[in-house]
Every structure is written in C-alpha cells, then in structure tokens.
C-alpha cells in the first residue's frame, strides 16, 4: 500500500510558477514509477509527466513540455512537479499517482495508488 498526499497548488497569475510535491508513505518508493494527471470537471484524466523510479527517465505531455518539469527525491519519498510559464488553461485539479513498476506511463489506468488532488489556478 502506498499513501500520497500532495500539496503546494494554490492561485498564480498567468506566466508564475507553482511547484507540487507529492509525499509518498507506506511501501518501498524508491520503486515506484510517478505520475502528474490533471483532470477538469466533465474530462479525461490528463497526463502531466512521469518519472522513473531512478529519475533517470521523464516523459511529458505534449500541452506541458518545456514549461513543466518532474523529480523525485527518493530519500525524501517525494515526487515534484515544477510548474513554469503557466497559462490559464491550466487550470484545474493535479493528481499525483504510483506505478507498481518501475517506468511511468501515460495511461492513468497503470497506476495503482492515487493522491487526493490538489488545485491549481492560473488567473489571466
């Protein structure tokens, strides 16, 4: 079992930066491939990014790349997403997610554990 919980969303203006961490407990982390989804009201779930357990591979969504970047402090068992350039189009609810492996993916239906989400708000 493993719990997440995340946190650091919040209001920003068009063009800031906002960065969510994502506290993992309960089994090993330092496994677990990571995951950043978005979901609006009314919409699929989004994918963000991914991370592998190392760190050493990151994948992106298309609308996020170049403006969005994952990490993960494996001694801290937590999972970061630094938001930068944001528009208000990205606006919504960000979730954080582990993989029973150890590669991420798109594929919300891959991962096993879920954060209760966290908001973001980007104003014009």
């Known amino acids: 079992q493993v719990q997440l919980v995340e946190s650091g969303g919040g209001l920003a203006q068009a063009g800031g930066s906002l960065r969510l961490s994502c506290a993992a407990s309960?089994?090993?982390?330092?496994?677990?491939?990571m995951g950043w989804f978005r979901q609006a009201p009314g919409k699929e779930r989004e994918f963000v990014a991914g991370?592998?357990?190392?760190?050493?591979?990151?994948y992106y969504g298309d609308s996020v790349k170049g403006r969005f970047s994952i990490s993960r402090d494996n001694v801290k068992n937590t999972v970061y997403l630094q938001m930068n350039s944001l528009k208000p189009e990205d606006t919504t609810v960000y979730y954080c997610?582990?993989?029973?492996?150890?590669?991420?993916?798109?594929?919300?239906?891959?991962?096993?554990?879920w954060g209760q989400g966290t908001q973001v708000t980007v104003s014009s």
């Open positions: 997610a582990a993989r029973l492996t150890s590669v991420p993916s798109p594929r919300p239906h891959e991962y096993t554990y």
């Open positions: 309960g089994r090993t982390f330092s496994r677990n491939a």
């Open positions: 991370i592998s357990w190392s760190g050493g591979t990151t």
